[in-house]
């Protein structure tokens, strides 16, 4: 056995960090699987079947919200608790849960922990990871369970005082990891997500805020608690927060005045009902699963911009998935820039290095694509689905949001098994991803640098 350790050692320490991370999640999902399919998990006690018990953890550790059955009424409390430490851990990131426990057993952060926390936190240099981490996990703790406290003053007056923690516990961890998961298919039904709550201002509001705390990331909660200002905050944390202040109101006006007059959505709703839940849809997209309104009856055109906002996401190093807010705002400053003829792309009296606007780039197209084949293959795979609800379910996934309009229980397992896949692309970055398989035949500095040619573009 010691042998076989230090075999397992002398190959991870061979690894590229992008390739123990992309490695470190897959195992996370598989022991979640495992778990999962364990009789006690499931109220009658039967087996549920390793696909749908891997679908299950996919989910929930790449905090997206897709089931194949409703998490109320088909897990027991163990099988709900295992969902709900995949949920924190997806949220966190592996290397942020290890290195708390290595802190707990006070041993020695090396280089190469660092550099894994830096690939996971999404950070540009070594310099405080340890500190940056530990900030990380005490404001999650601070977050989740203020949300816990709010969401209580509602849940244990309806449901008595032990389940109403439970729910208040789970829902505040949900939210905030953008998970999506719910416990209320036994109040309103399965697969009824929040919307029996749709006129509560105390459970709206919260589950809002903890939605877009989780999707602003880390740094940028630190930044605004350390300079309180916005003034003084960094250059990455201003586009964040006007980014995702920007897509919020406008995807709420949009909901809003296409939906306002539809009388299966919002057109039975009061004035507060309306915004609350026009609200809430337009910040759910931004990564987090819950609704308060039945998606599938809403009009086509709030479902395409729903898919745009799902699309685009959260923000870098945070709970949320997509192709991030900043490579959004990166991309646009670059058109504006080209419109403009300037040289440099510029914000807030900064500009933008090269480099990022290639990642952008790569990042972006390599988000199309996904959509664009996962949307073909799940119109194959799945012909009851339409093209609408392919889109929609290959976006959720690779975004990692977790809504869905033709029913993720409805697909094949061959659609399954592809939707798993989208979401862990999404979760774990498709960047990433092919930068851990070409790490190895990847020259940084290759010894040859060609002459310039033309092409004509426009």
């Known amino acids: 056995m010691r042998e076989i350790g ?37 109220q009658s006690g039967e087996q549920i079947g390793f696909l749908d018990a891997m679908f299950t953890s996919t989910s929930a550790v790449c905090v997206t919200g897709l089931v194949a059955v409703d998490t109320a009424t088909y897990w027991s409390i163990f099988g709900q608790v295992v969902i709900i430490t995949l949920i924190q851990i997806g949220g966190l990131g ?79 961890i949900s939210a905030f990891c953008n998970a999506g998961f719910d416990l209320m298919g036994s109040v309103s039904g399965p697969f009824s997500s929040l919307t029996s709550y749709v006129n509560s201002f105390t459970v709206t509001i919260t589950i809002s805020l903890l939605i877009i705390l989780g999707g602003l990331g880390f740094p940028v909660i ?25 897509l919020i109101i406008v995807g709420m006006i949009f ?53 745009i906002l799902m699309f685009i996401g959260a923000s870098p190093a945070s709970t949320g998935g997509g192709i991030k807010t900043t490579t959004l705002a990166t991309l646009i400053l670059t058109v504006k820039a080209f419109i403009l003829g300037k040289q440099d792309i510029e914000i807030y009296k900064r500009r933008i290095d090269p480099l990022t606007i290639r990642k952008s780039l790569g990042i972006f197209f390599m988000g199309v694509a996904v959509v664009v084949f996962g949307t073909l293959i799940i119109s194959l795979t799945d ?6 609800e392919a889109g929609y379910e290959v976006v959720s996934a690779f975004a990692t949001v977790g809504c869905t309009i033709g029913g993720s229980p409805n697909l094949s397992s061959l659609g399954k098994v592809f939707i798993m896949l989208f979401m862990f692309m999404g979760r774990v970055g498709s960047l990433t991803i092919f930068m851990a398989i070409a790490s190895r035949g990847i020259k940084k500095n290759p010894p040859i640098r060609y002459p310039e040619g033309k092409i004509i573009v426009g």
């Open 255 to 307: 909901i809003l005045l296409v939906e306002s007059k539809n009388p299966e959505t919002l057109g039975k709703l009061g004035i507060g009902g309306k915004l609350l839940a026009s609200l809430f849809q337009s910040v759910t997209t931004r990564t987090a699963g819950f609704n308060t309104i039945d998606l599938t009856i809403m009009h086509q055109s709030s479902i395409f911009v729903m898919i």
């Open 94 to 172: 592996f290397m942020t849960i290890t290195t708390l426990f290595a802190l707990i057993a006070k041993k020695k952060i090396r280089l190469r922990e660092r550099l894994l926390i830096q690939e996971s936190l999404n950070q540009v240099d070594l310099s405080g990871l340890v500190k940056l981490t530990r900030y990380v996990l005490l404001t999650t703790l601070i977050i989740e369970g203020i949300g816990a406290i709010l969401l209580s003053t509602v849940f244990i007056p309806q449901f008595g005082l032990g389940r109403g923690i439970w729910y208040s516990v789970f829902h505040a």
């Open 6 to 42: 230090r075999k397992i050692s002398m190959v991870i320490n061979k690894m590229q960090p992008t390739q123990i991370m992309v490695i470190g999640f897959a195992m996370v999902i598989l022991m979640g699987s495992i778990l999962l399919n364990l009789p006690i998990a499931t």
């Open 222 to 246: 630190l930044d605004v608690i350390k300079q309180k200002k916005y003034s003084k905050l960094n250059l990455h944390s201003k586009v964040v927060l006007m980014t995702t202040a920007i």
């Open 383 to 388: 012909s009851d689905f339409t093209l609408v």
